[in-house]
T-cell receptor, first 109, second 117 residues
Framework: GQNIDQPTEMTATEGAIVQINCTYQ??????LFWYQQHAGEAPTFLSY????GLEEKGRFSSFLSRSKGYSYLLLKELQMKDSASYLC??????????FGGGTRLMVKP | GAVVSQHPSRVICKSGTSVKIECRSL??????MFWYRQFPKQSLMLMAT?????????EQGVEKDKFLINHASLTLSTLTVTSAHPEDSSFYIC?????????????FGDGTRLSIL
């Protein structure tokens, strides 16, 4: 079966750095996606990791350790608009995504 | 710009009505599209996988006779909620993945908010 664990809520200050951790257990693994979802909207793609290591994309970076079943999303220079839910989604063969409950990030001034 | 278009964005209708939701991939071909449902403050739940030219694959607990899926072309999948009832009120979201190349992300439509009175 699939199991995804990430914190339910986090709070951070505008301009700061925040790291959102995710651990997962899946039957088969084909990479891990991070999505951002604002309230009432559909998810938007942020990043994809299939190999171990760090992928950097502007203010957002994502890290993967396949052996540990662990990933994190790092957000730098936080802005108020970054307040959203962040979804960790491992991909299994057949490109099926499994979503956990997501982490609701609140950025405060 | 949006790569997956979903319509309508919002539906309000009476109990017993059937509602059709369309999902189109705009600039790529998608042999597979996915239909999700999300209740307030809950995670995205996969309902079914829509396969072009063949029957959809439904997740456990999802009634295939209630949620009819048709994937008639490489750019269009439709979900019809038949005889909808208030408990079917939810946010329905489709996604599609470019068939070309490996490790392509799923791109989501804007979602359809369905309210059954």
């Amino acid at each position: 079966g699939q199991n995804i664990d990430q914190p339910t809520e986090m709070t951070a200050t505008e301009g700061a750095i925040v790291q959102i951790n995710c651990t997962y257990q899946t039957s088969g693994f084909n990479g891990l996606f991070w999505y951002q979802q604002h309230a009432g909207e559909a998810p938007t793609f942020l990043s994809y990791n299939v190999l171990d290591g760090l992928e950097e994309k502007g203010r957002f970076s994502s890290f993967l350790s396949r052996s540990k079943g662990y990933s994190y999303l790092l957000l730098k220079e936080l802005q108020m608009k970054d307040s959203a839910s962040y979804l960790c989604a491992p991909s299994t063969p057949g490109n099926m995504l499994t979503f956990g409950g997501g982490t609701r990030l609140m950025v405060k001034p | 710009g949006a790569v997956v278009s979903q319509h309508p964005s919002r539906v309000i209708c009476k109990s017993g009505t059937s509602v059709k939701i369309e999902c189109r991939s705009l600039d790529f071909q998608a042999t597979t599209m996915f239909w999700y449902r999300q209740f307030p403050k809950q995670s995205l739940m996969l309902m079914a996988t829509s396969n072009e030219g063949s029957k959809a694959t439904y997740e456990q607990g999802v009634e295939k006779d209630k949620f009819l899926i048709n994937h008639a072309s490489l750019t269009l999948s439709t979900l019809t909620v038949t005889s909808a009832h208030p408990e079917d009120s939810s946010f329905y979201i489709c996604s599609a993945r470019d068939a070309q190349g490996s490790n392509q992300p799923q791109h989501f439509g804007d979602g359809t908010r369905l309210s059954i009175l």
